[in-house]
């Protein structure tokens, strides 16, 4: 019987001191969180308070509502306050005081122009015919350049996804036929290795010159054949392409192993020079 009790009386002193050294952990855990308290207070005060304060007592010469210098407060008539009463019952001029100069950041947002431009430059991506429309009544740029692709124009987007009706529209209302983005590619260009027929066509019929270089003397006959487009290959040929880049398709075409794009080029280098 003894031993149970002395057993008990381990036990007790052990749940005893377990609970005191959860009592412990609970009190150093409330003072940690007391003492971030007192941080994010101390900091509250130095980087929000006093700056307040500090440009309510600026002037203490003045000490007026209007904030002014001594000399303007004294032209203008303004009478002292006390400054206490003033930062309790004026903060709407507090706050005005310290918000209005954020008021003189320049807006992060792109100029009016730009939204526009942008808008007519995605409705020409998607073919978006009456939207253009619209956006040329309205003053849109035509020639507005997207920074953020290349800076590509309408045209360029409307010939590479192949809308023929947005590019002949664009072109109607004076888009540059042969605009180059900042890789040295035309509209043709763009259209040439896109595989967009209809709008190669368009852009050659309205005069776009087909033997613009995007370097050297790598010219848009050179994509079509590197890209296989058998079509825009014979349109090309058959509108003033050059010896020199038909020869350098012929080279193209046979490096891909695109034999039937070099088979044509090769007929039609034969059916010239002879």
């Given amino acids: 019987m003894e031993a ?10 052990e749940m005893t001191s377990a609970l005191m050294t959860r009592q412990d952990l609970h009190h150093q855990e409330m003072v940690q969180k007391v003492e971030e308290l007192d941080q994010k207070l101390a900091y509250f005060k130095e980087h929000v308070i006093d700056p307040i304060l500090e440009i309510r007592t600026l002037n203490q010469d003045c000490n007026c509502r209007c904030l002014n210098n001594s ?58 015919l009456a939207f253009i429309n619209k956006a040329l009544a309205s ?42 983005d900042n890789i040295n590619f035309t509209p043709l260009f763009s259209a040439a290795q896109g595989g967009s027929t209809d709008a190669v066509r368009i852009l050659i019929d309205e005069g776009a010159d087909v033997n613009i ?17 058998i079509d825009i290959v014979q349109l090309l040929l058959m509108n003033d392409a050059t010896p020199h880049s038909i020869e350098m398709a012929l080279e193209v075409a046979r490096g891909r192993e695109n034999d039937e794009v070099a088979k044509i080029i090769a007929n039609f280098i034969g059916s010239t020079s002879s």
């Avoid at 149970?4 to 002193?13: E, P, S, V």
């Avoid at 918000?99 to 431009?117: E, F, H, Y």
Wanted: glycine share 6%.
């Fill in 213 to 229: 270089p995007k370097y050297g003397n790598y010219t848009a006959i050179h994509d079509a054949a590197h890209n296989n487009h």
């Fill in 139 to 180: 003053g849109t740029d035509i020639h507005w350049e997207n920074p953020d692709h290349l800076d590509r124009t309408a045209l360029h987007v409307a010939a590479e996804y192949n809308h023929p009706a947005v590019v002949r529209r664009l072109i109607a209302a004076g888009g540059y036929k042969d605009q180059l």
């Fill in 4 to 13: 149970r009790f002395t057993a008990m009386d381990i036990r007790i002193n």
């Fill in 71 to 128: 000399i303007d407060c004294a032209a203008r008539g303004c009478l002292p306050v006390n400054i206490d009463h003033t930062i309790a019952t004026d903060h709407e001029t507090t706050i005005a005081s310290v918000v209005q100069p954020l008021t003189a950041i320049p807006s992060s947002q792109p100029p009016t122009n730009a939204i526009a431009g942008l808008d007519m430059w995605k409705a020409a991506k998607r073919g978006d």
